[in-house]
């Protein structure tokens, strides 16, 4: 399996710009991507809900992902002052959310408070799009580069999330897991935003084809 080079890793510790198809894409160390001359920022996978779907299973998680992601989001949306939020897909974790009640037009309200959000639709969100008020989207576009959930093996210019990619480290602490973007030549990869989602090693099956000829930004 192939790994990648190690001159490619690079730790992401402030906001770093970078030309991706005409565009200048600004990587922020909290796994969110900005368009400064549009004023967006891009986000994927919040899987808000996540607690509330388990526990509703049986299976008890601390109740605080959804209040923590939101937090971390709005810091992100004051930071940079963006106008519109595109949420690229599991913006919401699970259909079982819609009986839930007050909680998907409380998150919507707290989403809209300072930027106008748009839902791309995911795999997990996707049954909830009569709930997401209208505003949401296969896809989103910037010039010629299409803002997905997930890759469609279209050639072209892709930005998306859906594979929550993560990279392993050597540290003097011993070996670490570490989310990261995935900057290629035609797709970028973005981590997971969501305070309790996991990873997928760049290493990978489902990564490994895009992270091969790319650079890895760790967060």
């Not at 710009?17 to 200048?24: L, R």
């Not at 959804?66 to 963006?82: N, P, R, S, V």
Request: contains cysteine; positive net charge; charged residues 20%.
């Amino acid at each position: 399996m192939n790994k990648p080079i190690a001159h490619r890793i690079k730790p992401l510790l402030t906001p770093q710009g970078v030309a991706f198809h005409g565009q200048t894409v600004e990587l922020r160390p909290s796994g969110a991507l900005f368009f400064r001359e549009r004023a967006v920022l891009v986000v994927a996978d919040l899987h808000l809900g996540k607690a509330l779907h388990f526990s509703a299973a049986g299976q008890f998680l601390p109740p605080y992902e959804a209040e923590a992601t939101l937090e971390k989001l709005d810091a992100e949306t004051q930071a940079t002052g963006a106008k519109k939020i595109v949420l690229l897909g599991d913006a919401f974790h699970s259909a079982r959310l819609a009986a839930a009640p007050d909680f998907l037009p409380r998150m919507i309200e707290i989403l809209s408070r300072r930027a106008e959000p748009v839902f791309v639709l995911g795999n997990h969100d996707r049954p909830l799009a009569h709930a997401l008020n209208g505003h949401t989207r296969e896809e989103w576009r910037v010039e010629n580069i299409r803002l997905r959930h997930e890759p469609d093996g279209e050639a072209g210019a892709q930005i998306f999330g859906h594979l929550h990619p993560c990279a392993r480290v050597s540290t003097r602490a011993g070996k670490q897991r570490r989310s990261c973007f995935v900057v290629g030549p035609d797709h970028l990869v973005l981590p997971a935003f969501g305070a309790l989602t996991g990873g997928l090693c760049v290493t990978s099956a489902a990564l490994a084809p895009f992270a091969r000829e790319a650079d890895l930004y760790l967060i």
